[in-house]
Nanobody, 122 residues
Framework: QVQLVESGGGLGQAGGSLRLSCAAS????????MGWFRQAPGKEREIVTA????????YYADSVKGRFTISRGNAKNTVYLQMNSLKPEDTAVYYC???????????????WGQGTQVTVSS
């Protein structure tokens, strides 16, 4: 199983930027698709963005298109989420996710990170 460790997040201002990182480790025979979900208070967890194991294909939820960018590190075991033009509605706990079965975008998540809080003030 893949272990995911997140970093980044915290408090940002509307119109500002934040960056999240997620490092994958553990025994795996293949590089997983990876990405991010988020869950706001009182709402269901929703997918935000995903990147294929090759890094060639990306998915973005409509709510973040043009503002968020997902990328992989050179070793492919780390993904980054650059969040620009932040909005108060981006406030949520963000969870890194991995899918070793490549059911893009993240339809069968095998591993979850512990979650990191992102709060955007207006």
């Amino acid at each position: 199983q893949v272990q995911l460790v997140e970093s980044g997040g915290g408090l940002g201002q509307a119109g500002g930027s934040l960056r999240l990182s997620c490092a994958a480790s553990g025994r795996t025979f293949s590089t997983p698709d990876m990405g991010w979900f988020r869950q706001a208070p009182g709402k269901e967890r929703e997918i935000v963005t995903a990147i294929s194991w090759t890094g060639d294909t990306r998915y973005y939820a409509d709510s973040v298109k043009g503002r968020f960018t997902i990328s992989r590190g050179n070793a492919k075991n780390t993904v980054y989420l650059q969040m620009n033009s932040l909005k108060p509605e981006d406030t949520a706990v963000y969870y890194c996710a991995a899918d070793i079965r490549w059911s893009f975008p993240l339809k069968n998540v095998d591993s979850w990170g512990q979650g990191t809080q992102v709060t955007v003030s207006s």
